[in-house]
């Protein structure tokens, strides 16, 4: 079977828009579904890598233990995982439950990871236009194909559980996958900086035992919690590392920063802020700063361990943290671009308070960074450190953008999640230091899933968003004449459009006449098809009409920094 992304001779190359992957049914059936999926988008490479894994007697007994405590706190993921194993070995992959399960484990699989470039927020009541919860949540680092179920296969799931409520997500943002929704109005924006404190710990202390990882966590708590404070209680019972930024639809949010002691839970208000919340990769409580001092070395520090947690990379404070009013502490250099990140997040949420809806998010990851203050980027780069950052102005929409997820969820089937693959504006700034990453054709635009009913419905109403989509773009290039230059290369995209069109019109119609997992996986093919379609036609409306990246775009006051 040919995979549905571009390859360059034998390597995957990162698809333009972020596919979607829809499961429903029976737990084994959707984890089948789930790796059948993953071999039609990525194609038999990626996953082969995992095959014929030699595990030592310490790895598999390690991977016993992991698998007690799924099978004991999240039951349903073990099922999940054998039909994953199933899914994998239909396709020709012969998979083993202990190679799946493997590549669930961040800190076996993976060093852990800088996060520096998370940012999120949520807004509702007084803070939005109609009062409605608006929150979204940004990825922000270099997207690679690899075989880590964690930290390679990026795309979004949504999922149709006979048990439990439907929910949608994206994976690959952070220690555990994020944002998401579920059909009961509760949403995870961010994953809420737990693990900053503890990557300042000493390798022992910080060893959370065989704990349940993150996407997993994520996946049972937006599926079991009918609400933000149901969602807290479920986090916090099971043993693992991430908080969280949740909020709900009746205006419950909270950030978990520390789940030990001191345990602290951030609420609205905390900073000032007035019906929103917002987190990026610094800690926001003041109480915390005690906990973070400089250790008598004064300078980084790597420590590696044996066994399935891997290598544990300790983060160490070059100077004093000193807190920042509605920005955060700032201390080692992963908080640098936080800081600023958390200032404009700020501001736009309490100087435009009561202006807050799905179009003002997408301008706020299309509000443009300031370059570095710097001749050039190379003597940027090098004043970083011993400038705390100085010169440099990150925002959260950034040239590390990986993917930007906006969402209006509801209690019901009208939920809206809207995804953008890298950045969404044409041109901004770095990260920071080597953080920026340029995508293959990007589309600079967003797609719009509904987390409606069933797999049917999602097909429909992506369906109906990509002919809408396709109309208004089809308007705004045919007052273009042949002889401008611009006709052409639009011209040629809006082909590409159409051309997914009616590849989901094919594979819609193929879901129809067939049942149980065949059908689903024809539904999703047929949803990430109108969802290409809709990010391409996208592309060339935006070329024509250039939408907002600034509060006067939208009609609003200009923006100004929140101190002045």
Same mark, same amino acid.
């Given at each position: 079977?040919?995979?549905?992304?571009?390859?360059?001779?034998?390597?995957?190359?990162?698809?333009?828009?972020?596919?979607?992957?829809?499961?429903?049914?029976?737990?084994?059936?959707?984890?089948?579904?789930? !790796?059948?999926?993953?071999?039609?988008?990525?194609?038999?490479?990626?996953?082969?890598?995992?095959?014929?894994?030699?595990?030592?007697?310490?790895?598999?007994?390690?991977?016993?233990?992991?698998?007690?405590?799924?099978?004991?706190?999240?039951?349903?993921?073990?099922?999940?995982?054998?039909?994953? =194993?199933?899914?994998?070995?239909?396709?020709?992959?012969?998979?083993?439950?202990?190679?799946?399960?493997?590549?669930?484990?961040?800190?076996?699989?993976?060093?852990?990871?800088?996060?520096?470039?998370?940012?999120?927020?949520?807004?509702?009541?007084?803070?939005?236009?109609?009062?409605?919860?608006?929150?979204?949540?940004?990825?922000?680092?270099?997207?690679?194909?690899?075989?880590?179920?964690?930290?390679?296969?990026?795309?979004?799931? *949504?999922?149709?559980?006979?048990?439990? /409520?439907?929910?949608?997500?994206?994976?690959?943002?952070?220690?555990?996958?994020?944002?998401?929704?579920? /059909?009961?109005?509760?949403?995870?924006?961010?994953?809420?900086?737990?693990?900053?404190?503890?990557?300042?710990?000493?390798?022992?202390?910080?060893?959370?035992?065989?704990?349940?990882?993150?996407?997993?966590?994520?996946?049972?708590?937006?599926?079991?919690?009918?609400?933000?404070?149901?969602?807290?209680?479920?986090?916090?019972?099971?043993?693992?590392?991430?908080?969280?930024?949740?909020?709900?639809?009746?205006?419950?949010?909270?950030?978990?920063?520390?789940?030990?002691?001191?345990?602290? =839970?951030?609420?609205?208000?905390?900073?000032?802020?007035?019906?929103?919340?917002?987190?990026?990769?610094?800690?926001?409580?003041?109480?915390?700063?005690?906990?973070?001092?400089?250790?008598?070395?004064?300078?980084?520090?790597?420590?590696?361990?044996?066994?399935?947690?891997?290598?544990?990379?300790?983060?160490?404070?070059?100077?004093?943290? =000193?807190?920042?009013?509605?920005?955060?502490?700032?201390?080692?250099?992963?908080?640098?671009?936080?800081?600023?990140?958390?200032?404009?997040?700020?501001?736009?949420?309490?100087?435009?308070?009561?202006?807050?809806?799905?179009?003002?998010?997408?301008?706020?990851?299309?509000?443009?960074?300031?370059?570095?203050? !710097?001749?050039?980027?190379?003597?940027?780069?090098?004043?970083?450190?011993?400038?705390?950052?100085?010169?440099?102005?990150?925002?959260?929409?950034?040239?590390?953008?990986?993917?930007?997820?906006?969402?209006?969820?509801?209690?019901?089937?009208?939920?809206? &999640?809207? *995804?953008?693959?890298?950045?969404?504006?044409?041109?901004?700034?770095?990260?920071?230091?080597?953080?920026?990453?340029?995508?293959?054709?990007?589309?600079?635009?967003?797609?719009?899933?509904?987390?409606?009913?069933?797999?049917?419905? *999602?097909?429909?109403?992506?369906?109906?968003?990509?002919?809408?989509?396709?109309?208004?773009?089809?308007?705004?290039?045919?007052?273009?004449?042949?002889?401008?230059?611009?006709?052409?290369?639009?011209?040629?995209?809006?082909?590409?459009?159409?051309?997914?069109?009616?590849?989901?019109?094919? &594979?819609?119609?193929?879901?129809?006449?067939?049942?149980?997992?065949?059908?689903?996986?024809?539904?999703?093919?047929?949803?990430?098809?109108?969802?290409?379609?809709?990010?391409?036609?996208?592309?060339?409306?935006?070329?024509?009409?250039?939408?907002?990246?600034?509060?006067?775009?939208?009609?609003?006051?200009?923006?100004?920094?929140?101190?002045?």
């Amino acid at each position: 079977m040919t995979p549905e992304i571009p390859y360059a001779d034998d390597v995957p190359l990162i698809p333009n828009v972020r596919p979607v992957i829809v499961v429903s049914g029976s737990d084994y059936d959707m984890g089948c579904q789930w !790796y059948t999926q993953i071999f039609e988008i990525y194609g038999k490479k990626p996953l082969e890598k995992r095959a014929y894994r030699k595990f030592t007697t310490k790895e598999l007994s390690d991977l016993e233990a992991y698998d007690r405590n799924i099978k004991k706190y999240i039951p349903e993921m073990k099922d999940v995982l054998e039909g994953m =194993v199933a899914g994998a070995n239909d396709v020709g992959i012969p998979l083993s439950y202990e190679e799946v399960l493997a590549k669930w484990l961040r800190r076996w699989e993976d060093a852990l990871r800088s996060t520096a470039g998370c940012s999120g927020f949520a807004a509702w009541g007084s803070a939005t236009k109609d009062g409605k919860l608006v929150c979204g949540g940004s990825g922000d680092h270099q997207m690679t194909i690899g075989d880590s179920e964690i930290l390679n296969f990026e795309y979004i799931v *949504v999922v149709f559980p006979e048990k439990g /409520n439907s929910f949608a997500m994206s994976t690959s943002t952070g220690p555990a996958w994020h944002p998401g929704m579920s /059909n009961k109005g509760v949403a995870y924006v961010h994953h809420g900086n737990t693990e900053v404190l503890r990557s300042l710990q000493e390798p022992e202390v910080r060893d959370l035992g065989y704990d349940i990882p993150g996407p997993m966590m994520t996946m049972h708590t937006l599926r079991y919690a009918n609400t933000a404070n149901e969602a807290k209680d479920i986090i916090l019972s099971l043993p693992g590392e991430p908080g969280g930024l949740w909020a709900d639809v009746s205006g419950n949010a909270f950030d978990i920063e520390n789940r030990d002691n001191p345990r602290c =839970v951030r609420k609205p208000g905390d900073n000032g802020e007035v019906d929103f919340i917002y987190s990026t990769n610094n800690l926001l409580s003041k109480e915390l700063g005690q906990l973070l001092r400089p250790p008598p070395e004064g300078k980084y520090d790597y420590h590696g361990r044996d066994g399935l947690h891997g290598p544990a990379y300790r983060m160490l404070w070059p100077e004093k943290p =000193v807190f920042i009013p509605h920005a955060g502490w700032l201390g080692r250099n992963q908080d640098i671009p936080s800081v600023t990140r958390n200032l404009g997040i700020w501001n736009m949420l309490h100087y435009y308070h009561g202006e807050v809806d799905i179009e003002f998010a997408k301008m706020m990851w299309r509000f443009p960074g300031e370059q570095p203050s !710097y001749p050039t980027l190379e003597e940027a780069d090098e004043a970083w450190s011993k400038t705390r950052g100085a010169g440099w102005h990150t925002k959260m929409c950034n040239l590390e953008n990986a993917m930007i997820g906006i969402m209006q969820p509801d209690d019901g089937n009208e939920g809206l &999640y809207y *995804v953008s693959q890298g950045c969404a504006a044409r041109i901004t700034s770095p990260m920071g230091p080597g953080s920026h990453y340029y995508r293959i054709a990007p589309t600079y635009s967003f797609y719009q899933l509904k987390l409606d009913s069933c797999p049917e419905k *999602v097909a429909e109403t992506a369906r109906n968003r990509a002919q809408y989509d396709q109309y208004y773009a089809n308007l705004e290039l045919r007052k273009l004449n042949y002889g401008d230059c611009a006709y052409a290369p639009l011209d040629a995209i809006f082909n590409e459009a159409a051309t997914e069109w009616q590849k989901g019109e094919f &594979y819609r119609n193929l879901a129809m006449e067939t049942k149980g997992n065949e059908s689903t996986n024809y539904y999703a093919k047929a949803i990430r098809a109108f969802a290409r379609c809709q990010a391409l036609a996208g592309k060339v409306y935006n070329a024509l009409v250039p939408p907002a990246d600034s509060p006067e775009d939208l009609g609003l006051r200009p923006w100004r920094y929140w101190d002045e």
